[in-house]
């Protein structure tokens, strides 16, 4: 058994709009864009106006998109519930799975980090 | 001086490929998908694992898209600051406004009704 959380919207913007989207985005849900030490291509917006982290990606030549991130403390086990519920695995990040749902649309499947995630993750029966 | 906060995901999933999105989604997340009767293009997943709610939309013809929902208690008012941070206003829905932000992304100004909204949103400065 383990447990899940969706925790994070990503904004993936092409590099020719990444500083416009990222400032819009911080200025918008009143964040200070912090470009993630760990992971050059990744921007957080700390305490954003949002019950989700809000995250950003430049991800090159686009085109543009939101992702969605599912925390969860088995990565293995949760990739292997969602493609039997019909999700594809795309490619494996560096510590994520990246999946599209039935419409096509990009996922990740990552392990846990946020604060709330023992409180408000749910164990997935 | 208004406030806000990003509320709500919504997968945008085409009319041939909605059911197998809904179905998916409401599995993943832990939910039991549930029409929304004011909006029956709008589907719910109530207590979803996720932080902020996630809902579903039938759009047609696509192509599949997800968009953020960022709920205020001043809806014109936030449109025109965010119009001033430089998203463009692309259409009037009932109770909400359509923009997209500098990668084209699309997002919604809608009205507060979240049972958060209180707590969790910030005032604009």
Do not use: C, N
Request: aromatic fraction near 8%; glycine fraction near 6%.
């Amino acid at each position: 058994m383990h447990r899940i959380l969706v925790r994070e919207v990503v904004v993936d913007a092409p590099s020719a709009t990444f500083a416009a989207t990222r400032d819009f985005w911080a200025a918008a849900l009143l964040s200070e864009a912090q470009e993630v030490e760990a992971f050059p291509e990744f921007t957080a917006l700390p305490d954003a106006a949002s019950m989700s982290w809000v995250g950003l990606q430049d991800i090159g030549p686009g085109p543009a998109r939101f992702h969605l991130d599912i925390e969860t403390d088995d990565v293995a086990a949760e990739v292997a519930r969602l493609a039997g519920l019909g999700a594809v695995k795309v490619a494996d990040g560096r510590t994520w799975v990246v999946m599209r749902d039935p419409s096509g649309l990009l996922f990740d499947v990552v392990p846990h980090e946020s604060p709330w995630f023992a409180e408000h993750s749910r164990e997935v029966g």
